[in-house]
């Protein structure tokens, strides 16, 4: 077992904390308070070649592995989840799927824009019906012979505003359930398609999450992914990468506010002495920091195992549903170290806490990695 990172994983590591900390860290309490996209913020990612990292080359990207992935995601999060996740998504749901099963000519046209950075994509399966249960599409594309015509509603998309590539999970055969769904790649302006307000969120208030409806949408069958059929299991195999960037965002919340705890632990004094001196604060910080370890470390293997071509479906549930929980845990003790400060928002701490809700919730919840995580063992 080789538990040391490359010189290069080291060098990515430091690019992304050093852009987190000059980048991202200015105005991130603003952009919370008033909803704001990073979109400054986000051009540089992808002129870093931050959004399309694990791509090859050739398609415009930076052929980095999932390792490096992790690093940065972990990075970025301790500072500003809500420019992380449009990193995750862009990476893990758009063009991992498009640089997998996509045709070459797909790969051409939508994966190198979005690889360079150029555009930003987004991943639609969930919808009012059908989250979870991912099965129940009732967003429908009706085979019209050389096009599919697209019909529904999508909830809950991330960069659903500023995005210029969608791909779109929808039912073409009910009678076939799971192998009855195609995977289309639609484009920002094709007649039909309306992007629905933003939505008022409690946490990652940053990114940009849109319901979009499809009215006769027109989608060549050369926007098709896969074969006729293929977009259930498309959509299970994205996620199962996808969960890696949530979990790396989780631990990257979690490893923000644990630093930030014990910066303010050494400096704020109650009896005479710093708080870190209280055995109740010490008993905390070491819960906080074994923990966030152990997160690191399934986060890591989730990665190591994609890299080396082995399955990672159980690895990577594992630590999305870990990762996930420890961030709503050390959030929360982290507002409770910092007391009254900690409920204030020039403390950085409560919105971390409000951010970290989220990573139980989407890319599948808690009980779905369950699910995920039982179904592997009983095999």
């Known amino acids: 077992m080789y538990f040391n990172l490359s010189e290069e994983q080291l060098m990515i590591r430091q690019a992304a904390r050093d852009f987190a900390q000059t980048e ?40 980095m592995d ?25 990476n893990s749901l758009v063009c991992y799927g498009l640089e997998k099963f996509g045709t070459e000519e797909q790969k051409q046209k939508y994966l190198v824009p979005l690889a360079k950075g150029e555009k930003i994509g987004a991943f639609c399966l969930s919808e009012p019906e059908a989250g979870s249960d991912a099965t129940s599409q009732h967003t429908t594309a009706i085979d019209m012979g050389d096009h599919y015509l ?37 484009e920002k302006g094709m007649e039909g398609f309306t992007v629905g307000p933003k939505e008022n969120k409690l946490g990652i208030r940053g990114s940009d999450t849109h319901s979009l409806m499809f009215t006769d949408v027109k989608v060549p069958k050369e926007n098709r992914i896969g074969e006729e059929g293929f977009g259930f299991k498309f959509a299970m195999k994205t996620l199962e990468g996808g969960r890696i960037g949530i979990a790396s965002q989780a631990l990257g919340i979690a490893s ?21 001196e209280h055995q109740s604060i010490q008993f905390k910080l070491a819960d906080m920091a074994t923990e966030i370890e152990a997160a690191r470390l399934l986060c890591l293997k989730a990665a190591w195992l994609k890299d080396n071509g082995l399955p990672y479906a159980q690895a990577s549930s594992m630590a999305k549903l870990f990762a996930s929980d420890v ?53």
């Not at 308070?33 to 930076?62: I, N, T």
């Not at 992790?70 to 420019?83: G, N, P, Y």
């Open 24 to 63: 991202l860290k200015p105005g991130v309490i603003e952009r919370d308070e008033h909803q704001k996209f990073p979109a400054e913020q986000v051009k540089k990612l992808g002129e870093l070649g931050f959004l399309g990292m694990m791509v090859d080359p050739k398609y415009g990207g930076s052929g």
């Open 256 to 276: 923000g506010a644990y630093e930030l705890a014990l910066k303010y632990s050494k400096e704020r004094k109650t009896f005479g002495k710093p708080i870190a």
């Open 150 to 186: 697209l019909n529904g509603t999508k909830n809950w998309i991330t960069n659903g505003g500023t995005a210029s590539t969608y791909l779109v999970i929808a039912q073409t055969d009910a009678a076939k359930k799971s192998h009855g769904i195609n995977a289309l790649i639609v």
């Open 66 to 90: 999932a390792i490096s992935y992790v690093l940065v995601m972990e990075e970025l999060s301790k500072i500003d989840a809500s420019a992380s996740v449009v990193v995750s998504v862009n």
């Open 327 to 379: 961030a709503m845990r050390t959030t929360v003790e982290a507002v409770q170290i910092h007391g009254g400060y900690g409920f204030v928002k020039e403390f950085h701490v409560e919105r971390l806490m409000r951010d970290a809700k989220i990573t139980q919730i989407y890319e599948g919840t808690s009980e779905i990695q369950k699910i995920v995580i039982s179904r592997e063992v009983l095999k």
